[in-house]
């Protein structure tokens, strides 16, 4: 039987829809969520990104700036630029776009964010908080794969998941998360032994790996919820590919997600939540659910 493919657009925009609803309701107690996102250089796709983002913030009704600095930006010009964002009453989240250029530092640059700003949760305070599980902002790309989850009724206590992948910013905060919500997990990489044995094993596979349609249909057990985090673009036709391959997984797998059009925008929407969340413990008003 045919895998059901993740509706990525509804899940998104019922998250959107109840975010927007949460901004207005904090704007009614004076409080405007503002999200300010800095990038250096021209490298376009970063530029869609940050579009993507500030444009997803606006239409949430948060209040979003955009800096952009040129190429030869001397990293103190940065920090400098951090440290005032860091003091602005405006701004509740701040977003450094990577990748970075190579004279500047990207952990000096993660560690000159006030951590309570930092919405990727790339600050090693907030990577901390995670792994002790305190309160704090979530990594948006795992983050989004957890609400995915949830949205499709999985159950994910006592189950095999497998993330493939163990990079700081997917695979092991994914690893993480997953272990926070009760699965049992193991994580492979490129040193994994007989990796097609592991993700057979897996209830729930997440490929965060970085190569084209690279999981087939052999790794994956039948019945497996298979989430793709990978966008990767194809050399022959340039269009945008997971690392699954999805034409391969679908009758193997029992829910499947679209690449592009689901981990990537609930990515964005994870982001939004932090933002919000950031102004709302600024302002003492965040209930922890
Ligand atoms: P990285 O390159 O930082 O990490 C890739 C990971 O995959 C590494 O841990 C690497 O292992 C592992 N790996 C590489 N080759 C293999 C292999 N043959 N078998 C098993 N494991 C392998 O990538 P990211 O984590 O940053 O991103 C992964 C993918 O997710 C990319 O396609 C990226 O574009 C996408 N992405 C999507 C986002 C979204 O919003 N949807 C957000 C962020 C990323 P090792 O550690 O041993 O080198």
Known sequence: MSAQVING????SDYRAQIKDQVASLQS?????????????DDPASHVYVRNKAKACEEAGMYS????????????????????LNGSDKIHGILVQSPLPKHISEERVVEAIEPS????CFHPVNVGNLMIGKEGPLPCTPAGVIEILKKIGADIAGKHA???GRSNIVGKPMAML???????????????????????????LVAAVGKAKMIKSRHVKPGAIVIDVGINRLEDTGKLA????????????SYITPVPGCVGPMTITMLLRNTLEAAERAAGLHVTV
Do not use: Y
Request: charged fraction near 35%.
């Open 65 to 84: 700036e955009v800096h952009k600095l040129t190429e030869s930006t001397p990293e103190q010009e940065l920090i400098e630029l951090i440290e005032k």
């Open 117 to 120: 700003k930092d919405v990727d």
């Open 242 to 253: 997971g690392d699954v391959d999805f034409d391969d997984v679908l009758d193997t797998a």
């Open 9 to 12: 657009k509804e899940i998104v």
């Open 162 to 164: 497998v993330v493939i």
């Open 178 to 204: 997953l272990l926070r919500e009760h699965a049992t997990v193991t994580v492979c990489h490129s040193r994994t032994k007989n990796m097609e044995e592991i993700t057979r094993q897996a209830d729930i």
């Open 29 to 41: 107690k004076g409080v405007q969520p503002g999200l300010a996102v800095v990038i250096v250089g």
